[in-house]
């Protein structure tokens, strides 16, 4: 009901027109509208792409990542070195001023590096920064960085998940205080943290040469939403100018309003289904048995949903990875070609023939998991959707563990490489539901050694057993679709990041 409501809504937009949003363009405002709230805007303490997002606008890490290339190059940093498999020396950009006025300097970094790499740290993914051992001031401009085993995608990391940090305004605030007066060194400075919303202004004093360049738009306002309904229907009244990941079925329609534009962009991000094999409830009880997760595989047509459901170009990864992601090696992994009847037979196999009664939570389109459910339904395994909130389910997922089988999507903070996305699921961390000692070993022993061989060959004996013993189903990529009015010129980019501080009014 509410996809048909919202699809008369934008066709009542086309009969009447929204307004340009000239007003916004004369303010410099750009307005952006998103689900997800980010309930902490501190980009350490948070796991949502939208957070990322926030992160890239306001903090300055020590590399960039070129978007096009995906080559590194200096931001905060000048220039590094590797020394050797377990140290990285780092010199610093000179004149850099953080958004309050401090300036930026070694203490910044160590402080940074050494805090959120403690294992007492309580960052949302440990995983992004626990492979760094300490952080050493050389001198005021050049840090040495000791890693605890060698990371082949460090500067991958560097670029995209360890912005820097003030060191004398956070511990002078606190980490409460900072999170509701963040201070970064970006090229947009957070100007309000509220509840629903944050908002940004150009920084005038960002550093002329940094490959971000200054920024063209003067303000930013991101709200945040509660669904997707609500999001389009900002972009119809002219109450936005940006949103995204907007049903794939609205994209055509979208085009055809005289003041918006759709886009789309293949991203980094996976969808997938995972199961709590654990068995402590009794939804859990028939996930632990591989030949139901097998069958689960069996009954649903991914190549479908990536087609008719996600559609521009979607396609079905073949193992729990994005494709270019190094050391994803979709030929090791065990193939389940929808197959109803063989989902059935496996059912049977595993001691349940009439199915069985189970609970999918989820965060995704709801149009999707209904897809998901009618497939699973079609075999006799009746799933209960529970839809929540990203946050909510973190908590109800990672903090309870009470989802014995839940749908959602990751986008390995746009790292291409499988460190990224592996350990998180698969390497005995919180989000590992599948707890395999075995496929453990083959993923941690992956991420401790510069052999690239190795490397391959290890993720590569995981992804085997884990697609073999079903842990994880990756159920397609992402096709971000991007709602923006015609006054804004943005460009999209495989990696799921909006650049506005590139963006401009046309």
């Known amino acids: 009901m509410k996809i048909v409501a919202l699809a008369a ?19 410099d405002t750009l307005r952006i509208v998103l689900r997800d709230a980010v309930t902490n805007v501190d980009p350490y303490y948070n796991q949502l792409r939208t957070g990322l997002v926030i992160q890239h606008q306001s903090w300055d890490a020590l590399v960039y990542r070129d978007p096009d290339t995906f080559g590194p190059k200096p931001l905060l940093a000048t220039s590094w070195k ?20 401090d300036a930026f300097s070694a203490d910044d970094v160590v402080y940074t590096l050494n805090l959120v790499s403690a294992p007492d740290s309580k960052v949302s993914t440990p ?25 082949p995608a460090a500067l991958e990391f560097f670029a995209m998940v360890l912005p820097i940090y003030p060191k004398a305004y956070r511990e002078k605030v606190g980490a409460d205080g ?31 040469d940094s490959p971000k360049g200054k920024p063209a738009i003067g303000k930013l306002q991101v709200r945040f939403v509660p669904d997707a309904a609500t999001e389009m229907t900002e972009l119809l009244a002219s109450r936005a100018e940006f949103i995204w990941n907007f049903n794939a079925d609205q994209f055509d329609a979208v085009n055809r309003m005289p003041a918006l534009q759709a886009l789309r962009q293949e991203s980094m991000r996976v969808g997938f289904i995972r199961f709590d094999t654990a068995g402590t409830t009794d ?37 729990p990875c994005f494709p270019s992601q190094f050391g994803c090696d979709g030929e090791a992994a065990m193939k389940y070609p929808y197959d109803p009847a063989k989902a059935k037979a496996l059912l049977a196999e595993a001691g349940f023939p009439n199915g069985f009664e189970t609970e999918l939570v989820t965060y995704v389109l709801p149009q999707w998991a209904a897809s998901v459910q009618g497939y699973l339904n079609a075999v006799g395994i009746k799933a209960k959707i529970s839809q929540l909130q ?7 997922c990672q903090q309870r563990g009470e989802c014995p089988m839940d749908m959602g999507s990751w986008g390995s903070y746009s790292i291409n490489d499988v460190s990224a996305v592996m350990p998180v699921f698969l390497g005995s961390g919180v989000d590992d539901h599948a707890k ?6 083959l993923v941690n022993d992956a991420g401790e050694t510069m052999n690239a061989d190795k490397r391959k060959s290890n993720y590569s004996a995981a992804i085997k057993l884990a697609m ?10 992402y096709v971000t679709t991007y709602g923006l009015s015609k006054s804004l010129a943005l460009t999209t980019y495989a990696d799921e990041m909006p650049r506005f501080w590139l963006s401009k009014w046309n």
């Open 436 to 441: 395999d000692a075995e496929i453990q070993k």
């Open 468 to 477: 073999e013993r079903a842990y994880w189903i990756p159920l397609h990529t």
């Open 390 to 396: 990203v946050q909510a389910l973190v908590q109800r």
């Open 9 to 27: 809504g934008i066709a009542l937009g086309a009969t009447f027109g929204g307004m340009p949003a000239n007003a916004q363009k004369s303010a």
């Open 283 to 319: 939804a859990n009880k028939p996930l632990t048995n591989v030949k139901v997760r097998q069958a689960i595989f069996h009954a649903i047509d991914r190549e479908q949903i990536a087609k008719q459901l996600v559609q521009g170009g979607s396609r079905v990864p073949p193992a």
């Open 127 to 151: 995983g992004n920064a626990n492979w760094i051992d300490k952080a050493e001031k050389i001198d005021d401009f050049n840090v040495r960085v000791k890693l605890k085993k060698p990371t």
């Open 178 to 208: 900072y999170a509701k007066a963040p201070v970064g060194a970006g090229p947009y400075k957070i100007t309000k943290v509220e509840a629903g919303q944050v908002d940004f202004e150009r920084f005038a004093d960002y550093y002329a």
């Open 82 to 101: 590797i020394v050797d498999d377990m140290t990285i020396e780092f010199a610093l950009r000179r004149g850099v001023k953080f958004h309050n006025g």
